[in-house]
């Protein structure tokens, strides 16, 4: 059973930067998938980014892509998501999931293990 605990959200200004970690541990998950998730109140999860953990294909949301980079470090056990240039629409828990498939999907239901989150918080 794969363990995820996530770290780093917090409040920040509009424009401000922060790096969300995800640590791993117990399980399998190397040669999976593992990806962030966001929810912000009201609304259902949506996918924000996912890399697969050996060759490193990525992909990304619309609406952070070329402000929030995601990352990992086999080592470490720990998965990254680089987030710059934030608006307040970022707000929500942001949340990170494995999926014991290679292939990438954006779908929620396609990943078994997830965090318990991190609150993100965007102010104007």
């Known amino acids: 059973q794969v363990q995820l605990v996530e770290s780093g959200g917090g409040p920040v200004q509009a424009g401000d930067s922060l790096k969300l970690s995800c640590q791993a541990s117990g399980g399998m998950f190397v040669g999976y998938v593992m990806a962030w998730f966001r929810r912000a109140p009201g609304k259902e999860n949506e996918f924000v980014s996912a890399?697969?953990?050996?060759?490193?294909?990525?992909e990304y949301e619309d609406s952070v892509s070329g402000r929030f980079t995601i990352s990992r470090n086999t080592a470490k056990n720990t998965l990254y998501l680089q987030m710059n240039d934030l608006n307040p629409e970022d707000t929500a828990v942001y949340y990170c999931a494995t999926r014991q498939r290679w292939d990438i999907v954006r779908d929620a239901s396609g990943y078994e293990s997830w965090g318990r989150g991190t609150q993100v918080t965007v102010s104007s």
């Open positions: 890399i697969n953990w050996i060759d490193r294909t990525k």
